[in-house]
């Protein structure tokens, strides 16, 4: 029972704490304290009952149970609440592009690319389409040698990692930045997607008048060893589903249009890098 005056639940509270105080990990001991009194708040706040407790440790078992090497399922819990997103805007350097999520269709090791390559390695389908820029620092000094490793899905909305039956290069590579700074890669057009759904998120999802879809947009990691390691989005300023992303990527700031121009559809995409003071320090 709820005490009118929640003493009970309030000396509770402070027995856990007590009990965490002692961490040596002092970081350790901040997030665990504090995730305890945020979680002891709710309770409190919903009037949690053990039904419903029951319900979300059968919930966040089944997470666990489908996720592996091959299924994230536990970061896409992340992604559909926006922690993740909200992670890395909180990670963003003022003066650098925005930092987005990774999601789990990343894969190191994309083919190396020559500037204007194409990144297409199976014909047909798919509207062709460039996407260029430059790499700068923050004083708008051009970043040579920085590499863009980029990702994105074919015109059956999947990526060369979930789809046998692409190369598996298709739709990956790592472009070089020239000296001034820019870059060029020979591309299509990405398409909305739905997000893998046949797990728990996908039925919380359901459960919750939510849809899966995801704007269109070409995923990067940009390096340099002087610069601060960057992983962000453009996506497409005609996609459906800016508005409503299921992972809450979108950000105007890397919403792009492509246009024709010298009869190929074309995108700019210039990219802010910050600099890893660390680094220059050492
Ligand atoms: C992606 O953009 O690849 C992605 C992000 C989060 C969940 C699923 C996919
Ligand atoms: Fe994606």
Known sequence: MTGASGAHEDALLGEVLAAFADAPDR??????????EHLHAYA???????AERRTAIDFLTAVGQVSGPARQEFEMLSDVLGVSSLVETMGSADEATLQTLTGPFYVPGAPERAFGESMVERSGGGTPAVLEGRVTGADGEPIAGAVLDVWQNAENQLYAVQDPDQPEGNLRGRYLTRDDGRYEIRTIRPVPY?????????ALLRQTNRHPWRAAHIHMIVTHPDYV?????VFDADSDYLDSDAVFGVAPELVRSFAEERGTLRTRFDIVLAADRARAAR
């Not at 409190?44 to 053990?50: F, H, M, P």
């Open 194 to 202: 739905r997000i893998p759904e046949d797990g728990p998120v996908g």
């Open 44 to 50: 409190r706040e919903v009037e949690l009952t053990a």
């Open 229 to 233: 390691r960057l992983t962000t989005e």
């Open 27 to 36: 970081r350790l001991a901040t997030l665990i304290t504090r995730l305890v």
